[in-house]
């Protein structure tokens, strides 16, 4: 009987340890099955190649070299410290620096860590031979920019992805650590260029050793992209400018499509990848003359006379004159008690629009733009694309200020004076554009009336894609005429106040500008196209301190036209 | 000459078969050679099987009346191995279990539960008429707490422990009152504050983890959890043999001795150690059949003091692995590694299978 309640409770007992196992093992089998994978499974990532960037005939501008760089596997690492030293020795660099590498960037011990980049291949072949445990070199792609400083700000540069990036872009596969365009077309293009990234599944023990791999996913390259840049016709302005600070916009007149984009000064997209040129990084994020700031998109400055064509269009078009209709200049202006003077004290006397355009006569404007009113310039301003972003597919492009009577009000509560027009009539004044704004206005006169799209990218992966899209300004061909007559004689005038632009054996319209500059020497303007009667590019020149738009702009503007010439784009 | 008609072969016959399952079990544990263990534990563990069956034969051969007769010589001798254990013991995970003899280590609590029960058989066989009185419990009281006082010192929760209900079954079935019994338990019960208190921390920290796993996941609780995700993880056919991740991968700590469990349910599923536990089932209830089956009260008292050990260890060992009861270092009979519990375990069967072939005799 005694015995029977002892077998009993035994029962009991196993029937506890059954059902205690069916519910492990069982009823929670998928929770523990995810728990134990989780324990043992570690992927590492493996980086695609970044796509290839080419200028417009295929050559390579962005490509990606093998770097030799020595990692560390900490463990495979023998425990003595001496390997650390004698890789140190070999690398030619100090043991604690080695040391602090490893402690600073240890995750785990699967993990390899990153001693020492780009190491020459003389030093490859030691470390190879020397057979230290837990060193090994990796070949890993490294992109290199292969014209340095040459077109650096419509390429942009990398750098490793900062938070608030990270956080924007989680979703779409980006990591902590990765490197992301941060300016220019690797920034724009980021997402096709990027390659795939593929990853090896590690098997784990409990320390975090890899015990062996499980698979691996090779990462596929990205998208390489074509330009529209001419990369020899860029290299050939840059060194134009020699080291002065400026921007240049060659562009196809009726397409949009940017052959050239120059701001100076410049910087080398190299120099962010490497991590001991950290020093040459931080100075150019911090020189005055600011090398990063891509001027051609988002420098604003005043626009000076080459803003009279559109003073010239809005009094055509809105009827305040016609082509015969003539102001005289007697050197100066009075408006009230205030005295605005022409550039040429001495007086043009009487001329007509295109008589005006040539000489760059400030009196002639100042009366249009007050016959044809704050309102009308605004507006066609407006039509001729400033005040807005071209919609170049390059970031940061600044938007520019088109005054008017209610932007003054708001902003600067104030009303609006005639004084105010009389400035705007010469480009003077609260008036701020970027160049590629001016060549877009330059283009609207080159192709009859189409306010362009600029871009900078063709082709990606061999696809050719359509950026620039085409918005007719409804400008009258009869305006557009008038004007470009007057813009033909700026340059072909004995006269002309463009003159230096000209070029042998071409046809070249344009309109200088010498914009007053808050402080310092005034801001040079060339913007103008060729052919004259078929126009084909548009070339904006502007030049930081670079006195008369006459002068220096204009000739620089007439050797890239001709260089433009020599290499077929005319 | 001695008869060995009687003797319960069905018995032997589970006893091997659990044996090998552990030394399948222990190879798999000891796989991976990378990792800490290394495949002779399988080799020593066989070979202490060798010696374990010489053992056995002894305490078949000898009739377990004499045995019981020595009861209280044995008594002295496994007192003083304690003593000897706390003057002089290794030191592993912080408990004194082991002495060296002759260049073995030998762990004198295991051979003292089995004599504590030869003892008890001794004394209670010998005077049970007193038991109905309370004051019948007195001596087996005192000589329960030498033992238990200095198990529990080294120190060794789970062994000592253990104790308890072998002390409650053997009253029960030599005469104590059901109510002196319930009353004493409780007494116990309510003492355990003072016995918190003589706990060393690591205990304490492991009752506390009981309780709440989570609260120390990589200190006392990662056992306990690592072992839970390889159980769970094997699901009803398990990973198969050689293949469990928590066991090669080493994410089990104690998977050669107390922790076996975690490597069965891991490899072999729930089916597997659903016929593991059935194994052990079939085997308690064959030693309470030959119990059953004694008139001697000398047999009876050792069968049950041995059953309720094995199965007692069997549970504990079992449901701590999945987390039902707190872990206390109490190894599975027959197939957790180390040769004093194997020799325990078969003395235990041993002492059974005595029993069972000499029933007729009386």
Redesign the interface.
């Known amino acids: 009987m005694?015995?029977k309640?002892?077998?009993a409770l035994?029962?009991i007992?196993?029937a506890?340890?059954?059902a205690?196992?069916?519910?492990?093992?069982?009823l929670?089998?998928k929770?523990?099955?995810v728990?134990?994978q989780n324990?043992?499974i570690r992927l590492v990532s493996i980086e695609g190649q970044r796509g290839r960037i080419y200028d417009r005939n295929s050559t390579l501008l962005v490509g990606n070299t093998p770097s030799f760089d020595v990692f560390v596997i900490p463990q495979e690492l023998e425990r003595s410290v001496d390997t650390l030293s004698r890789l140190a020795q070999m690398l030619g660099i100090l043991p604690q620096e080695v040391f602090d590498a490893v402690q600073k960037n240890y995750t785990a011990p699967f993990a390899h860590i990153l001693i020492k980049e780009d190491i020459i291949k003389e030093k490859v072949l030691m470390l190879e031979e020397a057979r230290l445990c837990g060193v090994m070199v990796k070949v890993r792609p490294r992109r290199e920019y292969k014209f340095k400083e040459t077109a650096s700000h419509a390429l942009g540069y990398l750098g490793e992805i900062d938070r608030g990036e990270l956080e924007r872009l989680k979703g779409y596969g980006y990591q902590i650590k990765d490197f992301v365009g941060k300016t220019g077309v690797e920034k724009n293009y980021d997402t096709y260029l990027r390659g795939e990234q593929g990853g090896v599944q590690l098997?784990?023990?409990?320390?975090g050793f890899a015990?062996r791999s499980l698979g691996t996913k090779e990462g596929a390259q990205g998208r390489d992209l074509t330009l529209t840049i001419d990369i020899r016709l860029q290299e050939f302005i840059e060194n134009l400018f020699f080291n002065k600070g400026g921007a240049v916009v060659v562009m196809g007149a009726a397409t949009g499509e940017v052959f050239a984009l120059v701001s100076k000064p410049d910087f080398d997209p190299n120099v962010f990848l490497r991590k001991e040129r950290k020093v040459e990084v931080s100075g150019l994020l911090t020189r005055p003359d600011r090398p990063m700031f891509n001027r051609a998109i988002s420098g604003l400055y005043p626009a000076g006379s080459v803003f009279k064509p559109i003073v010239a269009a809005a009094g055509l078009e809105r009827k305040h004159i016609n082509s015969g209709t003539s102001f005289s200049c007697a050197g100066r202006y009075n408006l009230g008690e205030n005295i605005f003077e022409c550039w040429d004290n001495k007086g043009h006397g009487p001329q007509d629009v295109r008589h005006a355009l040539k000489n760059s006569c400030n009196v002639f404007f100042y009366q249009l733009g007050r016959a044809a009113g704050v309102d009308d310039i605004a507006l066609f301003a407006s039509r001729f694309g400033y005040g807005v972003p071209c919609g170049i597919d390059l970031a940061e492009e600044a938007s520019g200020l088109v005054p008017n009577r209610l932007w003054k009000r708001l902003v600067k509560k104030e009303a609006w004076f005639e004084g105010d027009t009389v400035n705007l009539s010469i480009g003077q004044g609260y008036l701020l554009v970027t160049p590629i704004q001016v060549a877009r206005m330059m283009a609207v006169f080159a192709n009859g009336g189409s306010l362009v799209q600029p871009y900078v990218v063709k082709n990606i992966g061999g696809v050719d894609i359509i950026t620039g899209r085409c918005k007719n300004t409804g400008i009258s061909k009869g305006t557009l005429d008038v004007v470009k007559n007057g813009l033909w004689s700026v340059v072909n005038d004995e006269t002309g106040t463009g003159r230096r632009a000209k070029a042998e054996g071409l046809s070249i319209s344009g309109k200088t500008g010498t914009a007053q500059s808050p402080k310092g020497q005034n801001h040079a303007w060339f913007s103008g196209f060729s052919p004259s009667d078929e126009p084909k590019i548009v070339v904006t020149v502007f030049i930081e301190h670079g006195g008369k738009g006459g002068l220096e702009a204009a000739e620089i503007a007439g050797k890239i036209f001709a260089e433009a010439g020599r290499r077929g784009l005319l | 000459m001695i008869d060995f008609n009687g003797l319960d072969k069905t018995l032997i016959i589970l006893v091997i078969i659990i044996f090998a399952i552990g030394l399948l079990c222990l190879y798999s544990a000891s796989y991976n050679k990378?990792?800490e263990l290394t495949r002779s534990f399988v080799l020593r563990q066989a070979s202490w099987m060798l010696i374990g069956c010489f053992i056995l034969l002894v305490f078949l051969i000898i009739d377990y009346q004499k045995i019981i007769d020595l009861g209280y010589v044995m008594y002295a001798i496994g007192l003083l191995a304690l003593f000897l254990v706390i003057l002089f013991g290794h030191t592993k995970l912080g408990a004194q279990r082991w002495v060296s003899i002759a260049g073995f280590n030998i762990q004198p609590s295991e051979f003292n539960k089995i004599i504590y029960i030869i003892v008890m058989a001794a004394y209670l066989g010998h005077t049970r008429a007193r038991l109905l009185n309370i004051r019948g419990l007195l001596v087996p009281i005192i000589l329960t707490i030498p033992p238990f006082a200095l198990i529990l010192a080294q120190p060794d929760l789970g062994t000592a422990l253990i104790l308890a209900p072998i002390f409650f079954?053997m009253l029960?079935?030599a005469g104590g009152q059901v109510k002196h019994l319930l009353a004493l338990g409780v007494c116990g019960i309510a003492s355990s504050p003072i016995f918190w208190h003589l706990l060393k921390g690591y205990q304490k920290k492991r009752l506390l983890v009981f309780l709440n796993p989570n609260a120390d996941p990589l200190g006392a609780g990662y056992t306990i959890i690592?072992s839970?995700?390889?159980?769970?993880?094997?699901?009803?056919f398990g990973k198969g043999w050689l293949a469990g991740?928590?066991n090669q991968?080493?994410?089990l700590p104690e998977r050669h001795t107390d922790f076996i469990f975690s490597v069965v349910?891991e490899e072999w599923?729930?089916f597997g150690?659903?016929a593991l536990?059935g194994l052990?089932?079939i085997l308690?209830?064959r030693a309470?059949v030959i119990?059953?089956r004694t008139t001697d009260i000398y047999g009876?008292l050792l069968g049950?003091g041995i059953?309720?050990m094995l199965?007692f260890q069997v549970?504990v060992n079992?449901?701590m692995t999945?987390?039902?009861m707190p872990v206390v270092g109490i190894p599975l009979p027959f197939i957790s590694y180390g040769g004093s519990s194997l020799w325990t375990t078969l003395i235990a069967v041993a002492l059974l299978l005595n029993v069972g072939m000499r029933r007729t005799r009386f």
């Open positions: 005694k015995i309640f002892i077998s035994i029962s007992l196993f506890i340890l059954v205690g196992l069916g519910y492990t093992q069982i929670r089998h929770k523990y099955l728990l134990s324990n043992r098997e784990v023990d409990n320390r015990v | 990378s990792i079954s029960f079935i690592q839970k995700i390889a159980i769970g993880s094997g699901g009803l991740t928590q991968l080493n994410f349910g599923g729930f150690a659903l536990i052990y089932f308690l209830k309470l119990i059953e009876k049950t059953v309720t199965a549970f079992i449901a999945i987390g039902l």
